[in-house]
């Protein structure tokens, strides 16, 4: 499996923006998928975004038109850029990366509040 540490959460106030990275111990240009999970405090983790293989990208209903989702395979890095943050995008967030096996990071806490 691959190491993954996420970076660049923190609290922001609604409206703001933030831009979380994922970094792999090793090459990550086989994997056929990577992205982001979140999960809220009494809730099950849900599915933020994804990226393949193929470049193509899926979201969650929730964040689409306000969230990015992109990979650098050179520097071995899945990116999340979150625009127009919202209180209910609180959350810890982890990423993940396919291949073969699932791979993911511990997590870094996102919080919007004023």
């Known amino acids: 499996q691959v190491q993954l540490v996420e970076s660049g959460g923190g609290l922001v106030q609604p409206g703001g923006s933030l831009r979380l990275s994922c970094a792999g111990s090793r090459s990550i240009f086989s994997s056929s998928a990577m992205g982001w999970y979140r999960q809220a405090p009494g809730k099950q983790r849900e599915l933020v975004a994804a990226?393949?293989?193929?470049?193509?990208?899926a979201f969650a209903d929730s964040v689409k038109g306000r969230f990015a989702i992109s990979r650098d395979n050179a520097k071995n890095t899945v990116y999340l850029q979150m625009n127009g943050l919202k209180p209910e995008d609180t959350a810890v967030y982890f990423c993940?990366?396919?291949?073969?096996?699932?791979?993911w990071g511990r997590g870094t806490q996102v919080t919007v509040s004023s």
């Open positions: 993940y990366v396919d291949q073969g096996v699932r791979s």
């Open positions: 990226v393949f293989r193929d470049a193509s990208t």
